[in-house]
């Protein structure tokens, strides 16, 4: 899909059981002449949704096989051609271009992504109870894997909205597509694109929430009893003094770079017991994080770009901002280098001075692979630990 003389082409929004468009529109990023913007969803207009699925949900007939239906619907996802409102017929090998020319996830990414998505489905437990909730599930621009929450949803609610990041709606609403053409009622399903404040009416006008975000956005909607968010993770590695450093860096290498750092659980914090062990580790990572390329599929790590150049750079600026006297940044190269146009972010390492638990790059969450390395006392460890959601220790 490019852009002609008509304009760019405007990704709809799925509501009421139908796509449709709307007289507010919004750029997604991409380069200038750019060719997708997205039909917004106002509030007022959530509003008069919420009545009319009240009216009509006791109508509707029971859905049966729900898990079959959600495993035919990534597979459609990854492979299929399907039906998006305001685009047409877009194939795989479109929806990966599409991806990144608007936000910048290569084709290796986008096929590990799916990947993870159609095995969050085979893997799943028992089938859920369905209840008569009206779910909303309001999503993050890094990653669609967060989708699995749309499918989690989609199986024990009565319905489910979606709400996409305006940074990244591509991905969500091809999976509304796959879910129709896998046979889901259209009434059931909804994708509501919004501004910012329009997440708070979609909050207040559902039953249960999912929501990815973070501090800021969970002190707007923590309001709601019924809302589960997920935020930062925080993730951290803890090294024994006995492991040699070569297998440390083999280990750290994955769980800092895999997913071109976009995880709430990829590493940001490697703990370590002595200084001269922090110090070797953190040499040796960082070379092996220098030494990770920058094409997008020229490695088993494949790195992201930026369609909002401004995000990779106050991205960058917030690692030297919270960096102290004494840090040192190892990762050698420099930071940014040009692809298709677009700012790509290389891997960077700082180690730092002291082990305060209380170090503001201490669990930094950016979106390329970033890692501050210490040396931690049982008391710091136990601190960063309590704080985090993925702590990562070697198998023995």
Known sequence: ????????????????????????????????????????????????????????????????????LLLRAVELFDRGTLHIGGLGEQGPAAF???????????????????????DGVLKRGETPAVDDALALVALPGNTFTCLDSVLEQAERSAGVWVRPSRREPLSAARLIAALLAAGWPPAR????????????????????????????????????????????????????DSMPTDEAVAWLLPL?????????????????ATRPQSEALASALAAALDAVPAGPGASAWPLTVFREPDTAYRALRSID????????????????????????????????????????????????????????????????TADSLFVYRPAK
């Open 189 to 240: 399903v909804g994708l509501y694109p919004g501004e910012q404040h329009a997440l708070h009416g979609l909050v207040k006008r559902t039953d249960r929430q999912i929501v990815y975000g973070g501090a800021g956005l969970a002190a707007s909607v923590r309001h709601s009893p019924a809302l589960t968010l997920h935020g930062p993770g925080r993730g951290c590695a803890l090294v024994p």
């Open 256 to 272: 800092v770079a895999a997913d071109s750092g976009r995880f709430c659980s990829n590493v940001r914090t490697v703990l370590c």
């Open 96 to 118: 990966r271009a599409a991806l990144w020319e608007t936000a910048g996830l290569p084709e290796p990414l986008v096929d590990r992504w799916c990947g993870m998505l159609r």
């Open 321 to 384: 901002d919270r960096s102290r006297p004494g840090d040192r940044l190892l990762t050698r190269r420099e930071p940014v280098t040009g692809i298709d146009g677009a700012p790509c972010v290389l891997p960077r390492l700082v180690h730092l001075a002291d082990g305060d638990a209380g170090h503001p790059l201490v669990g930094h969450e950016v979106p390329f692979p970033f890692a501050a390395v210490l040396a931690a006392t049982p008391d710091a460890v136990r601190a960063i």
């Open 1 to 68: 899909m490019t852009a002609d003389a008509a304009g760019p082409a405007v990704l709809h929004a799925f509501r009421a059981g139908e796509w449709r468009a709307s007289l507010d529109t919004a750029a997604l990023p991409g380069p200038p002449g750019a060719p997708y913007s997205l039909a917004l969803v106002p509030e007022i207009v959530a509003h008069a949704d919420r009545r009319r699925w009240d009216e009509a949900r006791d109508a509707l007939p029971p859905l049966t096989g729900r898990r079959a």
